[in-house]
């Protein structure tokens, strides 16, 4: 499946995975926040949620501001 | 200095200046004006970043956890209320606190708050157990609108993001404050000079957040203790009560007693 992570394209050989499976895959710990499909995602579903074909994730951290 | 605490959404605090974390010359740098400035509440935001960065470490958030503020997330960047709705919620996750100042951002060029949007999101995030703090436009019907849904704090700004150009219009944010005593009102975006700053607290504002004046500065940590005390300055001379203007000049030293050479004039 091809899935949007942080605005690129990536390929996965899984048909789905959950989001705890595609943060460890791509070695995401800690100190994030996930929205999928630009909905947020409670850290205790990654686990439970799956995504799919086209879905968009976005994997945001603390960074400055104003 | 002899400080009074004030609240601003059920905290209490010393300093009525909040500070930005950005655009600093270093990460040093950023740290010690924070320090200088005397500021308990920082803001910060949240972006995209990669795994490879983030297990680098993130210096700057283990830096802003060091200098024990509390912070403030923001959602700069956001056009839409759905895209600030979701990054409100991001940010309660990963900051573990209930408040955002909340920035829906209507035009490009001036990046002026969009009224309708900022409406919009801010009924949902307060349905949400938010306590949103608007960062808005100086309307006074919008100020009406965002106490009437809920905010007990409003962020009308001096003039956009990042000019520097100070207060544009003090007649709104002076009719802002008397029509709306008993909220929480800050100054946000546009100050460039710590007269600037004194400005809006003489205005009767209870705080002011600022980050490029202090960044861009030439030194950013001297500037930051300049605003540090014309924030105070200027709450102490609101607290006073500024004397009413005069035309005609009236001598402050006193006439009786005038020497010799006065009276034959």
Same mark, same amino acid.
């Given at each position: 499946?091809?899935?949007?992570?942080?605005?690129?394209? $990536?390929?996965?050989?899984?048909?789905?995975?959950?989001?705890?499976?595609? @943060?460890?895959?791509?070695? *995401?710990? $800690?100190?994030?926040?996930?929205?999928?499909?630009?909905?947020?995602?409670? $850290?205790?579903?990654?686990?439970?949620?799956?995504?799919?074909?086209?879905?968009?994730?976005?994997?945001?951290?603390?960074?400055? &501001?104003? | 200095? !002899?400080?009074?605490?004030?609240?601003?959404?059920?905290?209490? =605090? !010393?300093?009525?200046?909040?500070?930005? +974390?950005?655009? *600093?010359?270093?990460?040093?740098?950023?740290?010690?004006?924070?320090?200088? +400035?005397?500021?308990?509440?920082?803001?910060? +935001?949240?972006?995209?970043?990669?795994?490879?960065? @983030?297990?680098?470490?993130?210096?700057?958030?283990?830096?802003?956890?060091? @200098?024990?503020?509390?912070?403030?997330?923001?959602?700069?960047?956001?056009?839409?209320?759905?895209?600030?709705?979701?990054?409100?919620?991001?940010?309660?996750?990963? =900051?573990?606190?209930?408040?955002?100042?909340?920035?829906?951002?209507?035009?490009? *060029?001036?990046?002026?708050?969009?009224? =309708?949007? @900022?409406?919009?999101?801010?009924?949902?995030?307060?349905?949400?157990?938010?306590?949103?703090?608007?960062?808005? %436009?100086?309307?006074?019907?919008?100020?009406?609108?965002?106490?009437?849904?809920?905010? %007990?704090?409003?962020?009308?700004?001096? +003039?956009?993001? &990042?000019?520097?150009?100070?207060?544009?219009?003090? *007649?709104?944010? $002076?009719?802002?404050?008397?029509?709306?005593?008993?909220?929480?009102?800050?100054?946000?975006?546009?100050?460039?000079?710590?007269?600037?700053?004194?400005?809006?607290?003489?205005?009767? #504002?209870?705080?002011?957040?600022?980050?490029?004046?202090?960044?861009?500065?030439?030194?950013?940590?001297?500037?930051?203790?300049? #605003?540090?005390?014309?924030?105070?300055?200027?709450?102490?001379? =609101?607290?006073?009560?500024?004397?009413?203007?005069?035309?005609?000049?009236?001598?402050?030293?006193? %006439?009786?007693?005038?020497?010799?050479?006065?009276?034959?004039?």
């Amino acid at each position: 499946m091809r899935l949007s992570i942080n605005g690129e394209i $990536k390929e996965f050989k899984e048909k789905s995975l959950t989001i705890k499976e595609i @943060l460890d895959l791509m070695q *995401y710990n $800690k100190g994030i926040a996930v929205a999928l499909n630009e909905t947020f995602v409670l $850290k205790t579903e990654y686990e439970n949620i799956e995504v799919k074909d086209g879905d968009r994730l976005d994997i945001l951290s603390p960074i400055q &501001g104003g | 200095m !002899n400080r009074v605490k004030w609240k601003l959404e059920g905290r209490e =605090f !010393n300093s009525r200046l909040m500070i930005g +974390s950005a655009l *600093y010359p270093s990460p040093e740098v950023m740290a010690k004006s924070i320090k200088a +400035s005397g500021a308990e509440i920082v803001t910060v +935001s949240l972006r995209r970043q990669s795994a490879t960065d @983030l297990n680098s470490g993130n210096q700057f958030w283990e830096i802003i956890k060091e @200098l024990g503020v509390t912070v403030l997330p923001n959602t700069a960047g956001c056009h839409t209320a759905k895209e600030a709705v979701t990054t409100a919620m991001m940010a309660r996750e990963i =900051f573990e606190v209930d408040w955002v100042k909340l920035e829906v951002i209507g035009n490009q *060029y001036n990046l002026q708050p969009d009224p =309708f949007a @900022l409406v919009e999101a801010t009924k949902i995030l307060i349905d949400e157990g938010f306590r949103v703090l608007p960062y808005m %436009t100086d309307d006074l019907v919008l100020a009406q609108r965002l106490a009437e849904i809920g905010c %007990t704090t409003l962020m009308p700004w001096g +003039s956009p993001i &990042g000019t520097g150009r100070g207060i544009m219009n003090p *007649y709104n944010l $002076k009719t802002i404050r008397e029509q709306f005593p008993n909220l929480n009102l800050i100054v946000d975006a546009g100050i460039g000079k710590p007269s600037d700053a004194v400005e809006a607290m003489e205005l009767g #504002f209870d705080g002011v957040l600022l980050n490029s004046a202090v960044a861009l500065a030439q030194e950013p940590i001297k500037m930051a203790k300049a #605003f540090k005390y014309a924030i105070y300055a200027g709450r102490l001379g =609101f607290e006073a009560g500024v004397m009413e203007k005069r035309d005609m000049a009236n001598p402050s030293t006193p %006439t009786v007693g005038t020497p010799f050479w006065h009276q034959f004039s």
